[in-house]
C-alpha cells in the first residue's frame, strides 16, 4: 500500500522504516528491499556519471527519493546519497527537506572508485567555497594512536 503525506514528512518516514510513499506534489519514494534492478526505478535527469553508478549499484540501492522522475537520494548499502546537483527551484526546496537523513554528499561526476570509497568510509566531498573536494576519513592503528602519523595519503596531513 502507497502511503500519501506531505513532502516535507518524506525523509523522517524513510528514516524510520522503508515505505513507498507518494508525496501531496512531485516528491515520491519508492522502496525496493532487493535491490532497484528487482523494483524498477527512473533516472530521469540524473547526470552520466551518476545514472552509471547508480545502474551499477542497483542491486544494493533498497530506496530511493524522487523529486519529479529525478532521484533526489538513494540508500545504498546502509548510508544515504544525494547528489550535488541543481535541477530546478522546486527540486531544491525538495532536497533540503533531506537533512534529517545524515547524508554523504557526492558531486555530479564521481567516478565509481570515489563514490565506492565514500561508501566504504574512506573518504568524504566536503563543500570548499562553491565547489566539493575530496577529504580522506583518517583511521588510525594502535600504535598511531600514541603519537604517530595519520594513515591517510594526504603529505600535507598534520595529525
Request: net charge positive; glycine share 10%.
Amino acid at each position: 500500500m502507497v502511503k500519501r503525506m506531505a513532502q516535507r514528512d518524506i525523509p523522517y518516514a524513510v528514516k524510520y522504516r522503508g515505505v513507498d510513499i507518494e508525496g501531496y506534489g512531485s516528491m515520491w519514494t519508492k522502496w525496493t528491499p532487493e535491490g532497484l534492478r528487482r523494483g524498477g526505478y527512473k533516472l530521469g535527469y540524473l547526470p552520466d556519471r551518476l545514472r552509471k553508478i547508480v545502474m551499477a549499484r542497483a542491486d544494493s540501492i533498497v530506496q530511493v527519493i524522487y523529486s519529479y522522475d529525478t532521484p533526489i537520494a538513494w540508500l545504498d548499502a546502509g548510508q544515504w546519497i544525494v547528489p550535488d546537483v541543481s535541477y530546478s527551484p522546486t527540486s531544491g526546496k525538495h532536497r533540503s527537506y533531506l537533512s534529517v537523513l545524515g547524508y554523504e554528499l557526492v558531486p555530479w561526476d564521481c567516478p565509481l572508485d570515489e563514490y565506492l570509497r565514500v561508501l566504504n568510509a574512506q573518504m568524504r566531498f566536503v563543500r570548499d567555497g562553491g565547489r566539493l573536494i575530496t577529504k580522506p576519513v583518517r583511521t588510525f592503528s594502535d600504535k598511531q594512536l600514541g603519537g604517530g602519523e595519520c594513515n591517510c595519503s594526504n603529505p600535507y596531513c598534520q595529525v
